[in-house]
């Protein structure tokens, strides 16, 4: 299928696994999932007319960020990175990454994914990586991440929301609750939502009955649409249900972003202004 994308569109969110005789995967991996190269990324892409993207790394591969910096470089850095990272990671290696492509760090308040949790043992983290203009990207429900965002709301940082807070969109409760904690914390003009994982917020239910969600997403997106960008998070791990397709995804994406303006705004400016930025 063919889509006319605006020149410069980006998929902010995927992950590569492999090729695992070059990238293995640890031994303690938290999870063990099928290749998904860079290589099948960069046609995935082509069919779907992007050119830009955001590598994150993957929990599988931990705070070994060696699979997404290689790809950077192949890319001719077209492509940026956001990466884990130890507690006790150096200024100087934080550096070393800026240097490599990365432009933010991932934090996983999701029970289920290793990592710390607690806000205020990652303040010290959150204060070096904001004063090398990185940004933090925080991935988790709404009551998991909304203790971490106020915790962190007087150090200068821009925090991304990835999977729009991971909301259970078939409870009205859930859809309500993460709609109104949203509302509060993007009244900051530092803080910007990630469009991506629809599938995961309607429980692993067939892409016919996404438009049922359409209307949460838009208003989602008037909240702050200059802050806004959008991911495939292909290639889909840990998925409940059969894997999404990607031309799904971005036929839904096009329905919510039903304006020119607002699809140029979240496939090409925002994600430019935030991960192309010079610090």
Known sequence: ???????????CHFHIYGPFDRFPLPEDAAYHPEPATFKHLLELHKSLGIEHGVFVQAV???SDNFIILDAIEQSNFNYRGVALVDHDITDEQLVELKHGG???IRFNMMGHLPGNHDPQ????????VAK???????HGKIEDIFPAIEAWQDIDVDIVIDHMARPNLLDSQDAENTFNKLQQVMINPKHWLKISGIDRAQNGQPASTWD???NWVQKLIKLAPNRVVWGTDWPHPNVKGEVPNDDELLKFALKVLDTPELLQAVFVDN?????FREN
């Open 1 to 11: 299928m063919s889509f006319n994308l605006p020149k410069g569109s980006w998929d």
């Open 60 to 62: 599988a591969y931990g």
């Open 102 to 104: 990365i432009c933010g």
């Open 121 to 128: 043992a990652l303040r010290g983290l959150v204060e070096r």
């Open 132 to 138: 090398l203009g990185l940004h933090i990207q925080i």
């Open 212 to 214: 049922a969600s359409l």
């Open 271 to 275: 994600p430019r202004n935030l991960y």
